[in-house]
């Protein structure tokens, strides 16, 4: 007989084990009915059973599990282009023939992003991205025109790995991932005729460290630009410029710094961005709100109006602020980039659109304000 205790444990274990394989199967035919691109490999959209996503859990799971391992790639390089905005095309390292048939074209600014630890390409800020260099391909709401003919931007998806709940061991492998972006540019200049000074490359956290350490790989030649989204600190902080993102890593290196637990609070590259002092950003209650936040301002510098602007600063290690203002105002990322040198303050709004444009310089004096800056990131 089996008792009362046996019992629940039978049924709370088959339950466990039926979320488990729920979280790894495949859609069914009833999502691909109701999904007009579930037959797409890389919409970026995720596909949710019962609120999960099948996508990451599966990765996720196969850091606990060790015989689900896979002999696959480390890093999935998928393109994406005005005429095939919502499915892209994987790029294969060495296969000519695939590239060819791929869409990508020399002729037109090439824009890589990354993202960073715990996440994967599926994530709404890596879409956003995308789309919001793919919107400057469209007309303006007024019928302005274009400002560009097309952009090629490859999405790279390193979620095999990022997916691993240990963040250190993750962090071993920035240099071999970077690696293999290098060769991707590499390969895509000797087949394709890429020019790297076409190439920008947009990296988050950990993906701002793999952009750096491809940065470092491809020398002699030089990426035009990298975005460092509030670059990823624990390991890097105390690390040599050799093994940590720097101004060396690319023509110009700009980091938008949003949080000091996640990132950095010296600053990274040609020019630093500290929006609201680079601590905690506002209206941020949820750890992580405020790494993550530096992904919403680098959309907005691309879609915005109004921009986001400010003036150099100075900053001490007693907290102590001090803005340049005699020496005008810069503006933070944008498209094309803009290159500057030093460390700059930039105000925002609370909540979305964030860019404050020049009306930052109406608001009373900027201060740092302890209520604002108190909540942990």
């Known amino acids: 007989m089996i008792s009362q205790l046996g019992r629940i444990w039978i049924i709370g274990g088959g339950v466990v084990l039926a979320l488990v394989a729920l979280t790894v199967a495949s859609p069914t035919s009833a999502e691909s009915a109701l999904n007009p691109n579930a037959n797409c490999n890389y919409t970026l959209i995720k596909s949710k059973t019962l609120g999960v996503d099948p996508s990451f859990w599966k990765k996720f799971f196969k850091h606990w599990i060790p015989f689900t391992s896979t002999a696959r790639s480390k890093m999935q390089f998928i393109l994406f282009k005005k005429d095939f905005a919502d499915c892209g095309k994987e790029l294969f390292l060495g296969n000519v023939e695939s590239l060819k048939n791929s869409g990508f074209d020399a002729r037109h600014q ?216 005699s020496d005008g105002e810069f503006r933070m990322g944008g498209e094309p980039s803009v290159p500057k040198n030093g460390t700059f303050y930039i105000k925002t709004y609370a909540k979305p659109p964030y860019a404050m444009g020049h009306r930052w310089m109406t608001e009373p004096a900027p201060q740092e304000d302890e209520d604002e800056n108190s909540t942990e990131d």
């Open 110 to 325: 090439t824009r890589i992003v990354i993202h960073g630890w715990m996440s994967q390409s599926k994530g709404s800020h890596i879409r956003k991205v995308k789309n919001a260099y793919l919107s400057l391909t469209q007309p303006g709401v007024n019928g302005e025109p274009a400002r560009y003919e097309d952009f090629n931007v490859i999405v790279c998806d390193w979620s095999r790995i990022s997916t691993n709940v240990n963040y250190y061991e993750v962090a071993k492998t920035v240099e071999d991932l970077g690696a293999l972006l290098a060769d991707l540019v590499r390969f895509l200049h000797l087949e394709a005729n890429l020019h790297y000074d076409d190439v920008y490359v947009i990296g988050h956290s950990l993906g701002a460290q793999i952009a750096g350490s491809a940065g470092k790989q491809i020398m002699p030649y030089r990426f035009n630009t990298i975005y460092a989204l509030d670059p990823a600190g624990p390991k890097f902080r105390d690390q040599t410029d050799e093994y940590r993102i720097d101004a060396s890593d690319a023509t110009y290196v700009e980091s938008i710094q949003t949080s000091v637990s996640f990132g950095f609070e010296q600053p990274v590259g040609h020019a630093t961005f500290y929006p609201n002092y680079g601590k905690n950003q506002k209206k941020c209650y949820v750890y992580g709100c405020s790494h993550k936040r530096s992904h919403d301002y680098f959309i907005e510098t691309l879609t915005s109006p109004a921009g986001f602007w400010g003036p150099r600063c100075e900053r001490f290690d007693n907290g102590t602020w001090i803005l340049l203002l």
